[in-house]
């Protein structure tokens, strides 16, 4: 079934890098635009970044310019997002999500990121 | 940025009611060259993630039950759960996804009266 999971959050120290996963599944990757998406603890729903299907075009929420990369291997179907430089309110659980006709369709379940010393 | 407005934060709603969850966005999301509302809801039910409720406004996603309707056009909007059901008690985001960044409004929880 057409479905994506994310993975590699964890516990990590203020100020450094963790690199999080998103592997699709049941759909040609490589047609679709992908996003992250994160929440934090108790909180509402904040679009972090985006990419287009051929990774030619990528997108930043302010909060995250900068210091998160957005990137895809179209061969292995799988979303990247590099976040450097954390900080203690980067902490939230990060989602995946496959863009269709421009509206978020399907999401994963999530890996949870804290930052903290 | 569009800034999107939900209210209210929260609402209960006896069962077989009708609940109504408004959203007003900053500025219209209607596109002129297809005419459509680039607003979309969600429905978030605890640990699990969003789900996709409707899109484009107004169109139902599949799966969806018919008790979920989306009304509204250019910046005012509102989701209808005509009946309520138990399991219909969740946070219920919309989303404009009319420019970047895609920004949510800080969510509707429903609950059960």
């Known amino acids: 079934q057409v479905q994506v999971v994310e993975s590699g959050g964890g516990v990590v120290q203020p100020g450094r890098s963790l690199r999080l996963s998103c592997v699709a599944s049941?759909?040609?990757?490589?047609?679709?635009?992908m996003h992250w998406v994160r929440q934090a603890p108790g909180k509402g729903l904040e679009w972090v970044a985006a990419i287009w299907h051929d990774a030619t075009n990528k997108y930043y929420a302010d909060s995250v310019k900068g210091r998160f990369i957005i990137s895809r291997d179209n061969s292995k179907n799988t979303l990247y997002l590099q976040l450097n430089s954390l900080r203690a309110e980067d902490t939230a659980l990060y989602y995946c999500?496959?863009?269709?006709?421009?509206?978020?369709?399907?999401w994963g379940r999530g890996t949870t990121v804290t930052v903290s010393s | 940025d569009i800034v999107v407005t939900q209210s209210p934060d929260s609402l209960a709603v006896s069962l077989g009611e009708r609940a109504t969850i408004n959203c007003k966005s900053s500025?219209?999301?209607?596109?002129?060259?297809?005419?459509?509302?680039?607003l979309a809801w969600y429905q978030q039910k605890p640990g699990q993630p969003p789900k996709l409720l409707i899109y484009w406004a107004s169109a139902r996603q599949t799966g969806v039950p018919d008790r979920f309707s989306g009304s509204g056009s250019g910046t005012d909007f509102t989701l209808t759960i005509s009946s309520l059901q138990a399991e219909d008690v969740a946070v219920y985001y919309c989303q404009q996804y009319y420019s970047t960044p895609r920004t949510f409004g800080r969510g509707t929880r429903v609950e059960v009266k």
């Open positions: 999500a496959r863009e269709d006709e421009s509206v978020m369709d399907v």
């Open positions: 049941g759909f040609t990757f490589s047609s679709y635009g």
């Open positions: 500025q219209s999301l209607l596109y002129s060259s297809d005419n459509k509302n680039y």
